[in-house]
């Protein structure tokens, strides 16, 4: 099985900085794709950028602010979080995509992690 775990979370003024962590671990193949995605209260789990083979994909409301890393043999992946605003409040989320064994066999895997949950005061 595959397990994501979150960290790095907290509360930050406005303008401040915060780097987020993911780890995946387990009977792991390959990794295909990681991404971070959030929620805030009352509003839908959404995008906020991801690596697919090679290829990083942003928010247009991150874009410029935040930059997503993967370290592939660690099979890490990170946030950095510049110019925090108040709307970046959310948890964040670690997805993971790939494939791994499971009894003898490959399948495919889509794993989320908890959640790590990001403030920012005005």
């Known amino acids: 099985q595959v397990q994501v775990v979150e960290s790095g979370g907290g509360l930050v003024q406005a303008g401040g900085s915060l780097r987020l962590s993911c780890a995946a671990s387990g009977t792991i193949f390959s990794i295909n794709a990681m991404g971070w995605y959030r929620q805030a209260p009352g509003k839908q789990r959404e995008l906020v950028a991801a690596?697919?083979?090679?290829?990083?994909t942003y928010a247009n409301s991150v874009t410029g602010r935040f930059t997503i890393s993967v370290d592939n043999a660690e099979k890490s992946m990170y946030l950095q979080m510049n110019s925090l605003k108040p709307e970046d409040a959310a948890v964040y989320y670690c997805?993971?995509?790939?494939?791994?064994?499971?009894?003898?066999?490959?399948?495919?895997?889509?794993?989320w992690g908890q959640g790590t949950q990001v403030a920012v005061s005005s």
């Open positions: 690596n697919r083979s090679g290829r990083t």
């Open positions: 997805n993971a995509q790939g494939t791994n064994w499971y009894s003898g066999a490959l399948v495919d895997f889509d794993s």
